[in-house]
């Protein structure tokens, strides 16, 4: 199944169906249409990225449906709870520190300490989170690097048969993408601007909101921002013959050697789902000292996975 659907009361219902069973829904908010997936199942959130042809993972937004939720996710300091009293549901986006070490979130996060979590304003939205009863994760509805979609028909254009199901909500009242502000320090930071402004963030906070410096539109590489995880065992990439005290990780066919394999047949999408919790567990094996990983073919999502295993390995 997949094509445009209207959001009604039965459609949504099925779109839950969807999301819980590993599949993606195009969906509206008020800002922009979202791909969303359900935030635990990290081969559905690896088929995002491919969707997409996103070229490296980014952190994607969280959605959820009850404000209060923000907590069970996030270390939110009362900055965050206030302005989420305030501005939500609504086109405010936080990233904050992650409240416990969940390995499922870890490819929804991009491996960092962070999450990033919004309550959109939109009442399909907000129904769709509760029928399927998990937070939805989803970037804009649209290829990388193209723009973002507003209407069901934009996202039909942009990414074609690969959602299972896009339910129309007509068109997005806000437009552009929500307002992403960085509280993961004491200083309030924007990293991008949306739909709520910097002057009414820095009223409300009663302090100054600084500008990440850069293009508003791609805000600071995450990955140079903020630590990414990375094994505590010395890790080595591009391994053909592992050592003996060394935990082998392959990718593809012929490695009866390995220990474990990202996926045997081959698929870069299925490697993506496994690469963050193959990575945790090759740390954790007390077997082993080291790890070693296969080549891992530089395209597709395969070089999302070589960006992340090159600031691993040492
Ligand atoms: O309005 C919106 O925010 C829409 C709707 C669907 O909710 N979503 C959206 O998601 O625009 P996306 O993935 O297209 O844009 C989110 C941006 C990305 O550029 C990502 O790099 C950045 O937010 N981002 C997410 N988490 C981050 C983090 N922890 N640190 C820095 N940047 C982050
Ligand atoms: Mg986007």
């Known amino acids: 199944m997949s094509g445009i659907f209207k959001a009604d009361t039965d459609n949504i219902k099925r779109a839950g169906a969807i999301i819980n069973g590993g599949g993606l829904v195009a969906f509206p908010t008020e800002t922009v249409y979202g791909l969303g997936a359900n935030v ?89 989170i509760n029928a399927a009863g998990v937070p939805i994760a989803a970037p804009s509805a649209n290829r990388s690097q193209s723009i973002s979609p507003t209407t069901a028909a934009a996202v039909l254009e942009s990414l074609g048969e690969s959602v299972d199901m896009i339910l129309d909500g007509g068109r997005c009242e806000v437009g552009v993408e929500s307002t992403i502000l960085d509280l993961t320090t004491n200083k309030a930071v924007l990293l991008r601007a949306g739909g709520v402004t910097r002057e009414e963030l820095e009223a409300a906070l009663n302090e100054p909101v600084y500008l990440s410096d850069g293009n508003p539109d791609k805000p600071t590489s ?7 995880y990375a094994p505590s065992k010395k890790f080595r990439i591009n391994v053909i013959e592992p050592a003996a005290d060394e935990l082998f990780i392959a990718f593809g066919a012929g490695y009866g050697n390995a220990q474990m394999n990202l996926s045997p047949a081959g698929d870069l999408r299925e490697a993506a789902a496994n690469l963050f919790a193959f990575m945790r567990e ?33």
Not at 43 to 59: D, L, Q, S, Y
Not at 296 to 310: F, K
Request: glycine share 4%.
């Open 222 to 228: 995450p990955g140079q921002l903020l630590k990414h």
């Open 40 to 128: 635990y199942d990290r081969h559905a959130v690896a088929a995002i990225f491919a969707v997409k042809g996103r070229p490296t993972f980014n952190p994607l937004i969280s959605h959820i449906s009850i404000p209060e939720m923000l907590s069970e996710y996030a270390a939110a300091d009362s900055r965050a709870l206030f302005l989420a009293k305030k501005f939500w549901p609504g086109p405010l986006t936080f990233v904050l520190p992650r409240v416990e070490d969940e390995p499922s979130l870890d490819l929804v996060c991009a491996g960092l300490n962070t999450i990033t979590v919004r309550c959109p304003n939109h009442p399909v939205a907000l129904a769709l």
């Open 282 to 314: 090759a740390d954790k094996n007390p077997n082993y000292a080291k790890i070693a990983m296969a080549p891992i073919p530089s395209e597709g999502v395969g070089l999302a996975i070589n960006d992340r295993i090159r600031r691993a390995s040492r």
